[in-house]
């Protein structure tokens, strides 16, 4: 990531900026000019095009470039189509059949959609195995954030990635569904229990975004026995006001659960984070946080080289 082009929620509330001050023509360009940058975006960046085509009063623009996301493979929920940028479209038969075709391609998704577990085994396995399972952000998938997890194979740890069933797009899972998320979870955790020796005091979750604040959740309520949690740039309803982290403390923590949090001084969430951070340290729970200037919603550079460090933070004695 650049200066021009940081973290994409970042980048993305630099267009809804334009859009709220009505810069539409302008924010449409924006979003063009950087959808080489963000390939993993693409379907978010054609729709804010084609919402500001149809503020700026250019129908035929607007339904090329949702005909051109949906010939990408796309589609999107409901909520994309009723968005009220999209109004004036609304009664064109071209708009409906793009919502049908998009609407099929959904409906055939979520019956398609299961929750997976990709499991990496490390390069000189020993029994038993410390265990690391990582959740992906929301609007991820299990593979798009591995690589700066995966370093840890070459310390003996397995890692295990574990996407959700909640399909919100193609290859874009979510986690708002906590007690779904806590069963399949539950579920992923037995079958890594069932296949493979843990080592003792040695299986910590982890994730980013949504799936960080998951991973909290899951270690402080005792959903899977975990050691410790890494979360990266954790955000959710759990996390957003001092008022919603006594749910996250309802249960007093189990004994020797330790955590690290790891959040941009521009995320949005950082001083809910930070204070998160300080009411788990007074309910007892150790924390290592990392608090790395100038960041905004991303993982840190060099994360993968600061990850063994906090992986030894977490499951000391």
Not at 52 to 77: N, Q, S, T, V
Not at 237 to 250: N, S
Not at 251 to 268: M, Q
Request: no cysteine.
């Amino acid at each position: 990531m650049s200066e021009a082009y940081p973290d994409f929620g970042t980048f993305y509330r630099e267009l809804t900026r334009l859009h709220s001050a009505g810069r539409y023509r302008e924010a449409m360009e924006r979003a063009a000019a950087a959808q080489p940058h963000y390939p993993d975006d693409e379907a978010i960046l054609l729709h804010f095009q084609a919402s500001m085509a149809a503020r700026l009063h250019d129908p035929a623009l607007a339904l090329r470039l949702l005909r051109a996301a949906l010939d990408a493979g796309y589609w999107y929920a409901p909520v994309f189509w009723e968005s009220p940028d999209l109004a004036a479209l609304r009664g064109l038969d071209e708009f409906k059949a793009l919502r049908a075709d998009s609407d099929r391609r959904r409906a055939s998704a979520l019956a398609a959609a299961r929750p997976e577990l990709f499991v990496h085994l490390p390069e000189q396995a020993r029994e038993p195995l410390p265990v690391l399972l990582t959740l992906h952000g929301n609007l991820h998938d299990g593979r798009r954030e591995l690589t700066h997890w995966l370093g840890l194979l070459k310390r003996g740890w397995l890692v295990a990635s574990a996407q959700s069933s909640q399909v919100a797009g193609p290859n874009r899972y979510v986690w708002d569904n906590r007690r779904q998320a806590e069963r399949e979870l539950q579920a992923h955790y037995n079958a890594l229990r069932d296949e493979y020796p843990i080592e003792a005091g040695h299986f910590v979750v982890g994730g980013f975004s949504m799936g960080a604040e998951t991973a909290i959740a899951l270690a402080l309520r005792g959903v899977i026995p975990a050691d410790g949690f890494i979360a990266v740039a954790p955000s959710g309803p759990l996390i957003r006001g001092l008022d919603e982290h006594g749910e996250l403390l309802a249960v007093p923590p189990a004994v020797g659960l330790r955590g690290a949090i790891v959040i941009g001084s521009r995320d949005p969430m950082a001083g809910d984070v930070i204070a998160l951070a300080d009411r788990l340290e007074a309910a007892g729970v150790p924390i290592r946080l990392l608090t790395y200037d100038g960041l905004g919603h991303d993982y840190p550079p060099g994360f993968a080289q600061r990850l063994p460090e906090l992986i030894e933070f977490v499951v000391s004695d």
